[in-house]
């Protein structure tokens, strides 16, 4: 069984910085993929910051220039930096795995909370 343990939401000031966690968690897999999504309350969940096994990232346009997706392999671990915060970025963060074991598992963490508030 695989499982994401995320960590780092909460509360900071427009033009901030917070780094989110995402730690899989389990036996019997490899990482394809691992991404990191939002979803704002009233809105449809979105991708923010997706990575692969080989480094290739790829960012929302809203984000771009004040996010940055990074892997730690040996952890199985991805990080959220997200810097210049704004208060539409207030909203739960998610985090996604695609999982290769006998076929191909797509994984969600419990969501983590950021709000973005003066």
């Known amino acids: 069984q695989v499982q994401l343990v995320e960590s780092g939401g909460g509360l900071v000031q427009p033009g901030g910085s917070l780094r989110l966690s995402c730690a899989a968690a389990g036996s019997g897999f490899s990482i394809a993929a691992m991404a990191w999504y939002r979803q704002a309350p009233g809105k449809q969940r979105e991708m923010v910051a997706e990575?692969?096994?080989?480094?290739?990232?790829n960012y929302a346009d809203s984000v771009k220039g004040r996010f940055t997706i990074s892997s730690d392999n040996a952890k199985n671990t991805v990080y959220l930096q997200m810097n210049n915060l704004a208060p539409e970025d207030t909203a739960v963060y998610y985090c996604?795995?695609?999982?290769?074991?006998?076929?191909?598992?797509?994984?969600w963490g419990q969501g983590t909370l950021v709000t973005v508030s003066s």
């Open positions: 990575i692969t096994s080989s480094g290739t990232t």
């Open positions: 996604n795995m695609l999982a290769r074991t006998t076929v191909y598992l797509r994984v």
